[in-house]
């Protein structure tokens, strides 16, 4: 099976004016399976420091950035801005970088919830 890589673009999503408010669709994500529950993590990496890939069996994964900070999913190097998304599917192995300046931030959302679902790669 070949993952693809999906990044949507805080960026590239058009502003919508509403009442009191200004919404911006970064994504709509039709899951591949149905999901009844979900994990919400908040992520802190500290400057200049760089996670351990690791890879999930079955939950897909779906990273929003709170900071500008950089991403691996397998072979591909993704620069992510505030409010970007990036989805990371079930056996594609993925980690972070911060940059040396500052914190890097996400909130990661495991879909479905499976805490044990979790495997450390070799970062060699």
Do not use: C, W
């Amino acid at each position: 099976m070949v993952n693809m890589v999906k990044v949507y673009r805080a960026s590239d999503a058009e502003e919508i004016a509403r009442a009191g408010y200004v919404a911006k669709y970064v994504a709509d994500i039709r899951f591949r399976k149905k999901i009844d529950n979900g994990g919400f993590i908040m992520v802190s990496i500290p400057a200049g420091s760089k996670t351990s890939p690791h890879i999930h069996k079955k939950l897909e994964e779906v990273f929003v950035a709170l900071s500008s900070l950089e991403m691996y999913i397998d072979a591909t190097h993704i620069q992510l801005e505030v409010g970007d998304i990036v989805i990371a599917e079930p056996g594609e192995s993925h980690s972070f970088s911060a940059y040396p300046s500052s914190q890097g931030k996400i909130l990661a959302i495991k879909l479905p919830n499976l805490k044990e679902d979790k495997i450390q790669l070799d970062s060699s």
